[in-house]
C-alpha cells in the first residue's frame, strides 16, 4: 500500500499519470475481478458443507437450532454494532466534500439500469424482496453477484436436503463437496498471493484518481480505529458481560481462559486453524463438554463470524460514506441480512472475508472499487477480528453447555 501511494504520488507530480492508467491500475483491476470470480463458489460450497456437517435433522432441531439461533443473534448484534459506530464516527466524512462530490458523480453516471431496476422494485410491493430471494434459474443467478441471496438460499437448501437424505445416501456426494471446498479455498490463497500487487496497483491508481490528496489516509486512519473499537467492545465487554448474566460464569474467568485461544488466533488470523486448540483447551479450562465441544465449535467455526461481520458492516457503510451515497432503509436492511448471512458462508481463513465484502457491496449496488481504501491495512485488522470470531464461539459454546445442564 505504502509503494503503490508512493509510486502513484511520484508519477502524479512528475507527470506520468498516464503510465500508471494505462499500465498501472489495470493490474488492480484484474485483482478486484479476482474477488468477483471466487465469490459465487466459494459461498455456494461453505454454505452446502457448513449446513451438512450438522450431522442430522434431529440434532439440528434441538441442539443445532438453539447453537445456530444464537450465532444469528450475536452475528444481528455485532453488524448492528458496526453500523451504529461508522454512523455515529461517520470516518469518510473526512474526505473534502467536492472529492466526494466527484466520487459520487461517477457512481450516479455508471448506476444504468440500476435505478430503472430500483424504480420497478418500488412498484412492486413490500414482498418483492422475499420473492426475489428465490431463482427461477440457479444458472442465471450464479452468474449475477448481485444476486447472491439466492445462491445462499440455495445452498442452506441443498445443505438441509443432504441431511435429511441419511449419511448413506448422501455419503458419495459429502468427499465431493469437501474436495471443492478445499480448491476453492486454494484459489482464495492464490489470489491472496496476488493481493499485494493488486494493492500496489490499486493504491498508485486511486492516489492519481484523488491528485495526490492525502486527507483520505485520515479517513482511512478513522476507519480503522472504528473497526477496532467495535471489535473491543465485543470482545471485552458484550462476552465477558453475557457469559456471566447468561452462562453464571465469571466474565474475569471466561476472560482469563480464553487469552490463549485469542493470541493463536491472533497470530493465524484463521478460525479454521484454531479450531483443534480451541476444542481442546475450552474443554480442559473453561470446563465446556465434549459434546457440546465437538458440534458447537466446528459448526461456528464455519457459520459464526462476529468479527466479520462488525468489519464487513463498517468497512460497507464507509465506502459509501466515501461515495457521498445516502443510502435507503430497504438498503441497510438488505446490508444487515446480506452480511449477517454472509458470515454463514465466510472461509475461516485469511483473506476470506474479503470476498464476502465485495459480494455485499455488489448486491446494494455500492462501487467495489472503494474496496481498495481499506485493503491496505486489512491485514492486521484481519488478526484482531479473527480474536472475535473465535472468542464468540467459546462464548456460545459456554452457553449452550450451561441450557444442556
Keep these: 500500500m505504502a509503494l503503490g501511494a508512493l509510486a502513484g504520488y511520484v508519477l502524479l507530480t512528475t507527470g506520468f499519470t498516464t503510465l500508471v492508467t494505462h499500465w498501472i491500475k489495470p493490474w488492480g483491476t484484474i485483482f478486484i475481478r479476482l474477488l468477483k470470480l471466487i465469490a459465487v463458489p466459494l459461498v455456494f460450497v461453505s454454505l452446502i458443507k457448513g449446513v451438512s456437517q450438522m450431522g442430522d435433522l434431529t440434532r439440528l432441531t434441538q441442539l443445532g437450532l438453539k447453537t445456530v439461533s444464537t450465532y444469528i443473534v450475536t452475528t444481528l448484534l455485532a453488524v448492528s454494532l458496526g453500523m451504529s459506530l461508522v454512523g455515529i464516527i461517520r470516518p469518510g466524512s473526512l474526505l473534502p466534500a467536492e472529492k466526494t462530490a466527484e466520487l459520487n458523480k461517477a457512481y450516479r453516471d455508471n448506476l444504468g439500469d440500476k435505478v430503472a431496476q430500483a424504480d420497478v422494485m418500488q412498484e412492486t410491493g413490500p414482498l418483492q424482496f422475499i420473492v426475489d430471494i428465490i431463482p427461477e ?24 436436503a443432504l441431511i435429511a437424505i441419511g449419511h448413506e445416501k448422501a455419503a458419495p456426494l459429502l468427499p465431493v463437496i469437501d474436495a471443492a471446498n478445499a480448491v476453492i479455498l486454494k484459489i482464495v490463497d492464490f489470489i491472496m498471493l496476488y493481493a499485494p500487487l493488486g494493492v500496489f496497483a490499486l493504491m498508485a491508481g486511486m492516489v492519481t484518481d484523488f491528485a495526490g490528496d492525502t486527507a483520505i489516509f485520515s479517513s482511512l486512519g478513522l476507519y480503522a480505529l472504528t473497526v477496532v473499537l467495535a471489535l473491543g467492545i465485543l470482545a471485552f465487554l458484550v462476552y465477558p458481560l453475557a457469559v456471566q448474566l447468561l452462562a453464571r460464569y465469571p466474565g474475569r474467568e471466561f476472560m482469563k481462559g480464553i487469552f490463549p485461544i485469542q493470541l493463536l488466533a491472533f497470530s493465524t488470523s484463521s478460525s479454521a486453524a484454531t479450531l483443534p486448540f480451541t476444542m481442546e483447551h ?15 465449535f466446528p459448526v461456528g467455526a464455519t457459520i459464526n463470524m462476529d468479527g466479520t461481520s462488525a468489519y464487513q458492516a463498517v468497512s460497507i457503510l464507509f465506502i459509501a460514506q466515501l461515495y457521498g451515497i445516502d443510502l435507503t432503509t430497504a438498503q441497510l436492511i438488505s446490508i444487515l441480512l446480506l452480511t449477517v448471512l454472509a458470515s454463514i458462508g465466510t472461509p475461516g481463513v485469511p483473506g476470506g472475508s474479503i470476498v464476502m465484502t465485495v459480494m455485499v457491496l455488489s448486491s446494494v449496488g455500492i462501487p467495489t472499487e472503494g474496496l481498495v481504501i481499506i485493503l491496505g491495512i486489512d491485514r492486521p485488522l484481519d488478526m484482531l477480528r479473527t480474536v472475535v470470531n473465535v472468542s464468540g464461539d467459546v462464548f456460545v459454546a459456554k452457553l449452550m453447555d450451561k441450557k444442556k445442564k
Design 282 to 296: 475450552a474443554q480442559k479450562k473453561l470446563g465446556i463438554s465434549e459434546e457440546t465441544a465437538s458440534f458447537v
Design 137 to 160: 434459474n440457479l444458472a442465471m443467478a450464479a452468474t449475477d453477484n448481485s444476486k447472491m441471496l439466492q445462491i445462499i438460499f440455495v445452498a442452506l437448501i441443498a445443505g438441509i
